[in-house]
């Protein structure tokens, strides 16, 4: 497969989270977060895997964006709060992310959070004019991985 820019859309996901399809979310999920999160300890991926399908299920806004029929990579609103951002990794630097992100700012995000440690993760926020405005020791879990507050 060409490491070239791709043709995506990104698409609102309004109806049905969960089985198959919030299944197939978390299983991009993982492998993204085991290629950009390396300092998560293999139980805290476990135990997020476990919950990441009812937090789907619950989310005001996901979007997913599709190469053709294949899902590679979705995005979560929280009123103006980008809750989530994950490209699988095959797709990584192709594009997905920036639409993604591009579709969020379309919808108003003006915030996020972002783990300290993902220093890439930061760095593309910033591409899209975030700036960290606070930190946290602990993430939301209460783990010991610090994050950042970032606005816009």
Same mark, same amino acid.
């Given at each position: ?14 109806? #049905? ?5 919030? =299944?197939?979310?978390? @299983?991009?999920? #993982? ?9 998560? @300890?293999?139980? =805290? ?12 299920? @619950? ?26 951002? /994950? ?14 992100? @591009? ?22 926020? =910033? ?9 946290? =020791? /602990? ?14």
């Amino acid at each position: 497969m060409s490491k070239g820019k791709i043709t995506c859309e990104v698409e609102i996901v309004s109806k #049905e989270r969960r089985g198959a399809y919030t =299944e197939v979310l978390t @299983r991009l999920w #993982e492998r993204s977060v085991r290629k950009t999160h390396d300092f998560l @300890r293999d139980d =805290e991926v476990a135990h997020m895997c476990a919950t990441l399908p009812s937090l789907l299920a @619950r989310v005001p806004v996901l979007a997913v964006c599709r190469c053709g029929a294949v899902y590679a990579g979705f995005a979560c609103l929280c009123e103006r709060e980008l809750d989530m951002l /994950f490209v699988d990794p095959v797709w990584m630097g192709r594009g997905v992310g920036c639409e993604l992100m @591009r579709w969020a700012l379309s919808q108003g995000a003006d915030a996020l959070t972002v783990n300290e440690e993902n220093d890439a993760a930061r760095r593309f926020y =910033e591409k899209f004019e975030f700036c960290v405005v606070g930190r946290s =020791e /602990f993430d939301s879990l209460g783990g010991p991985h610090p994050v950042l507050w970032m606005k816009r």
